[in-house]
């Protein structure tokens, strides 16, 4: 199977790989996936005070090229957005901007769920209403 | 890293065509391109004299009669024909089959096939080092078992099985041992008769011949053995196989039988040293693992776990200057890591970080050199990119770990 020339790209300059402090009160981090399946995320917001909008985002992931494309994708969107758009971002969206195959739109699932994941864990820790929709584990 | 030419490490899945061999094929294309069934013209007896010829040179690889090579398709369609052949020939004697789930999917498919026709199919569970446990075996054989069929040599990880020791409990007990040893012919010395084989499955391509035609080994004295044809027609090979035989692929698979009876003990002394170089070098890195028997494997082949990173994203790092296979989920449509590592004991995460490495006749030290160092900086890089890698470096226990399965 070959790869699109979009993921490929995103996978030889990946763009924020990097960890933010997870302990921090601003950064919200969303770890997804699981190594026996092969892939897992980690994708994490910070949030700025004032504004309220996503001003840096980071990632890592284990997985394939496609895993790594969604994720190094999600991190570019994500900047610059306000959590509300950002809860916008739909899988699909991915699927798209990266041309992935049937096979895998599991990669772009789990970085939706990633960046679902890091919004709800950015709300609890500031007691913010958490939506249904964002239900998912965080670490 | 400078650009280079394709370097190939994928000869279990394929070998390329020695070039001595098709230069043998190529006059039976055009010049004689006769039907080796065709007895009334001069076309159909030079086509039959280099089917002939090639039998010779296939039985004396591996110690047999001529009489004893059945030509086919490649080794899945002697697999089938060894399989459901000698399932519906001995039906009188029992309906018990027992196998291995390291095994290929052709006998694995197969034998699923087959206990739907109402066989009865052991499946043995094998040794953390990929080897079946003798005892387990005996202790499976009981009066209704017809076959074991175990590989001579695995593809995933090249773990060799104890053939002689296995082929004399079957003795032992009276049932026909059939091996699949398509990536054991004409690599390291695969004697049928000495081992006590009764059938056993290979193919021209994994031995640098041409795709499409492989041989089943038939034993046809001590004990004669018959399989119960597949394939119905004009009643070619004896009767257990018809069609048309493919004369210029049987002739590239005799010329791949000669060369590989000539060169396979100095082959196999360089590929293992050269393998050995690689799987030095590669498990120098922390956290590897080699997979499988170290000792009771074939020599040009290593399978290693590279924890904490993904065998496909690994593999995307060097696809555009090395060729090989992953034991990921992802390489395959079926998301699921390999089955052969995971009934190692393997866990799934270990299995999806495996690469396999296969080496062959025109691997050169300069090839080796090269992906050493290309997977030791992919590695690195993927280990940078790695969430588990840096939760692993920071001491995380990842099993404590609540993961959302997806």
């Known amino acids: ?139 | 890293m400078e650009k280079r030419h394709m370097i190939y490490l994928d000869n279990n899945s394929t070998t390329p065509c020695d070039p001595r061999v098709v230069e043998a094929m190529v006059p039976y294309f055009f010049e004689k391109h006769g039907n080796a069934a065709s007895r009334s013209h001069p076309y159909g007896w030079e086509a039959e004299d280099a089917v002939d010829y090639a039998r010779e040179q296939i039985a004396a690889l591996i110690g047999a009669d001529e009489k004893e090579i059945i030509f086919t398709s490649g080794a899945t369609e002697s697999n089938n024909l060894a399989l459901k052949g000698v399932f519906e020939m001995y039906a009188k004697k029992g309906n018990h089959i027992i196998t291995a789930e390291t095994e290929h999917k052709a006998i694995i498919d197969t034998c699923k096939h087959l206990e739907k026709q109402g066989a009865e199919v052991t499946w043995l569970k094998v040794q953390e080092d990929g080897r079946v446990n003798l005892a387990d075996l005996e202790a499976a054989i009981k009066p209704t078992t017809i076959v074991v069929s175990l590989m001579w040599a695995n593809n995933e990880t090249g773990v060799i099985q104890p053939m002689r020791e296995i082929a004399t409990i079957c003795e032992k007990h009276g049932v026909l041992f059939h091996s699949d040893a398509t990536q054991a012919v004409g690599k390291i010395p695969t004697n049928a008769r000495e081992t006590g084989v009764h059938l056993m499955s290979f193919t021209a391509h994994k031995m640098y011949g041409p795709k499409g035609v492989g041989a089943l080994y038939v034993s046809r004295k001590n004990p004669r053995v018959k399989v119960t044809a597949q394939m119905d027609g004009g009643g070619h090979e004896r009767g257990m196989r018809s069609g048309t035989l493919n004369v210029p692929g049987i002739v590239g698979f005799g010329k791949a039988a000669e060369i590989a009876k000539a060169e396979m003990h100095q082959d196999a002394e360089r590929l293992s040293r050269l393998r050995d170089k690689l799987e030095n070098g590669l498990l120098q890195l922390e956290e590897t693992k080699l997979n499988g028997n170290a000792e009771h494997r074939m020599p040009h082949v290593a399978n290693i776990s590279f924890k904490h990173v993904e065998g496909e994203g690994l593999m995307m790092t060097f696809n555009q200057n090395i060729a090989l296979s992953s034991g990921s989920a992802c390489t395959s449509a079926s998301l699921e890591p390999s089955y052969v590592l995971v009934a190692m004991g393997l866990g799934d995460d270990l299995a999806h970080s495996s690469l396999r490495f296969s080496l062959g006749r025109f691997t050169t030290e300069a090839d080796i050199d090269f992906t050493i160092e290309a997977i030791t900086q992919g590695v690195n890089h993927m280990r940078e990119l790695s969430p588990i890698w840096e939760m692993y470096k920071d001491g995380v226990d990842l099993t404590k770990i609540e993961w959302t399965e997806h």
Not at chain 1, 19 to 25: A, C, M, Q, R, V
Not at chain 1, 35 to 46: A, F, K, N, S, T
Not at chain 1, 108 to 127: M, P
């Open chain 1, 1 to 139: 199977m070959a790869y699109s020339e979009k993921v490929l790209e995103h996978f030889k300059n990946p763009r924020n790989v990097g960890t933010l402090n997870k302990d921090s009160k601003n950064v919200g981090t969303g770890l997804v996936g699981a190594p026996e399946c092969g892939d897992v995320m980690r994708l994490q917001i910070e949030v700025d005070d004032e504004t309220g909008m996503i001003r840096d985002a980071k990632f890592k992931t284990f997985g394939c090229g496609s895993a790594i494309a969604s994720s190094s994708l999600a991190t570019e969107w994500l900047k610059g957005k306000s959590l509300d758009e950002a809860m916008t971002i739909d899988n699909m969206d991915i699927v798209e901007e990266l041309a992935l195959p049937p096979v895998k739109i599991h990669c772009s699932v789990l970085a939706e769920d990633a960046i679902k994941a890091a919004i709800q864990d950015y709300k609890v820790k500031n007691g913010l209403a958490v939506t249904e929709e964002s239900g998912v584990t965080t670490a």
